[in-house]
């Protein structure tokens, strides 16, 4: 998933190509958009701030009325083929104005990250890609009724493998598709039986290994915590700290002093 704030009103032509994706705008403003194939086949959505629309890849052109912002969330092909399981396509036509809970909930969380300077990585963002192409399938998309739904989940060995990539990739950024390639899946197909095997996403899976790692670490004598961070895959010191409370309900810190206070022999690392 590519993420991007566009601003129209600002440019001389404030039209916009979009041929190769298709994309997700929330709204940052108050506005008006004219949508449509051609210039010669606009028509007027208006907007209030926060509300989601849906432009499918055939929308050529669209532009706004007076200054507008908007936060882009552009869904590749590849994900919602992925995600239909081949077997289904998003139904075409423009669907401005979506009122969807799930897919809210998503470009919530995206935007949240980015205010945050992405600080997850590259497996986040595969993931809400993922689901929210799911979401867009299930709403619009047009399946095979014969089609049976997956059973079960991933077996011993493959959830194995799974655990022994992460082990070794600690301290460096995973994706969904690499995860997925180790164990011969595709993305979605992985991410749906990997959440029926364990009741957790591939992202989840990956902060808890790499807090349990962490806990692992502090109770290593003199060790820093942003030595810790960087070594269990964190890009800075404050996501670490922020996962490991929500995971564990302490900081670092505190877990940190509280198994080094029954020896005060130990001086722990400033």
Not at 79 to 105: F, N, P, W, Y
Not at 183 to 197: G, L, N, T
Not at 249 to 262: A, H, M
């Amino acid at each position: 998933m590519r993420v991007a704030v566009d601003v129209l009103g600002s440019v001389k032509d404030p039209y916009m190509q979009v041929h190769d994706e298709h994309v997700l705008a929330m709204m940052m403003r108050h506005g008006a958009i004219e949508v449509g194939p051609r210039r010669a086949a606009m028509r007027r959505v208006t907007f209030q701030a926060g509300e989601i629309g849906f432009f499918p890849r055939h929308t050529e052109r669209w532009v706004g009325a007076g200054d507008q912002e908007r936060l882009l969330f552009r869904i590749s092909d590849a994900a919602l083929v992925a995600a239909s399981d081949g077997i289904g396509t998003l139904v075409e036509g423009h669907r401005c104005k979506m009122v969807d809970a799930r897919l809210a909930a998503l470009i919530a969380a995206v935007n949240a990250e980015r205010i945050a300077g992405f600080p997850s990585g590259r497996l986040f963002l595969d993931s809400v890609e993922q689901a929210a192409a799911a979401a867009l399938i299930d709403a619009y998309g047009g399946r095979s009724l014969s089609v049976q739904p997956f059973r079960g989940g991933l077996g011993p060995a493959r959830l194995r493998t799974i655990t022994e990539l992460v082990h070794a990739n600690m301290e460096d950024e995973l994706t969904l598709v690499e995860m997925a390639q180790s164990v011969d899946m595709s993305p979605p197909h992985f991410a749906r039986m990997f959440r029926k095997s364990t009741g957790e996403t591939p992202h989840q899976f990956v902060l808890r290994n790499r807090i349990e790692r962490g806990k692992e670490m502090l109770c290593t004598p003199r060790v820093r915590i942003l030595d810790v961070a960087v070594a269990c895959g964190f890009k800075t010191q404050q996501h670490f700290a922020r996962v490991f409370r929500r995971l564990c309900g302490t900081s670092p810190r505190e877990y940190q002093l509280e198994r080094w206070s029954s020896d005060p022999s130990e001086q722990l690392p400033q």
